[in-house]
């Protein structure tokens, strides 16, 4: 049997994991606000890396794509763009890559217009597409070798280019397939040579897409890492489209969730959770009977359970509002009519 002692022990567990932000506070009063992000106070002086405004893409005569987009990262950023099939992601992506022309708007990608981008600009690009099967004769090294003499040009003082090979086959831990020619890598195997195509060069701004499809999980939360070095260590800007929502939650600073070519939110997880719900799921069993609650003070609640039943609680659980219940309530509401565009109060957070 699970006693009290053990409860009330998870219990304080939890809220020690849960005080950052959570509504541990009395009925009536505010809830505190979220504790300042370093790397957004940071942002807020610097000049965005990407900056688009009212972005219109229409293909022929068909309707438009996108639908006036507004978007800011800035430099040391990871922003994980979201949204259904269809919603004008890939539009977006590929506008901002220099590889499509939009109908409208102002766009500006590393102080440049991507429609006038010269080599010198695309040299601080790095691009990981979904899939990438050139140059299958090649040997690992020598490709990455290869392609890297085309950056030697565009370093800088303040950035290096390119990578050393060694350093970038450390980097996306292919050092052991250096000499093994391209076509007889494993899926995972080649997903991490796209990975370090994107980033010879040493870029100031990468794209991801579906970066670890075909990762096993100790590659992913390899990857994961390399990520978050990427933007804390060498101040890259990523900007990455998945459809893992676990994902995003860890490693993007920023959710802009995009749905019928139009941002319908823009923030940080928390944020984003706060506001579409501020309640929490307390679960738990009483008696051998199990209940489910929707409360908005999880602490109160699971308080005022003890105190009430004692021994008689059981299984407890406290469950905050996840980013899969975000992104699916707005996309929900858009798809519905009931929400056409970010909220005022989610899209200052980009700013």
Known sequence: MITVETLKGRFNETLEGMDAGDNDHRPGESVPPLPPDPRAERSSHTEPVIETSGLRMRYGGSADVLHGVDLRVHQGEVVALLGP??????????????????????????GVDPDD???????RLGIVLQSWRDHGKWRVGELLDHLGRFYLPYGTPRRARPYGTGELLDLVGLTDRASAVVGTLSGGQRRRLDVAIGLVGRPDLLFLDEPTVGFDPQARREFHELVLRLSDLEDTAILLTTHDLDEADRLADRIVILAGGRIVADGSAPELAARVSGKAEVRYSRDGEHHVESVEDATGHVRKLFAEYGEAIGDLEVRRVSLEDVYM???????SGRRT?????LTEVAR
């Not at 565009?341 to 109060?345: D, L, R, T």
């Open 85 to 110: 099939n269809g919603a004008g992601k890939t539009t977006t992506i590929e506008i901002l890559e220099g590889f499509r022309r939009r109908s409208a708007g102002e766009v500006r990608v590393l």
């Open 117 to 123: 981008g010269d080599e010198a600009w695309r040299a």
């Open 329 to 335: 309530t707005l996309v929900r509401e858009f798809e």
């Open 341 to 345: 565009e970010a909220p005022s109060e």
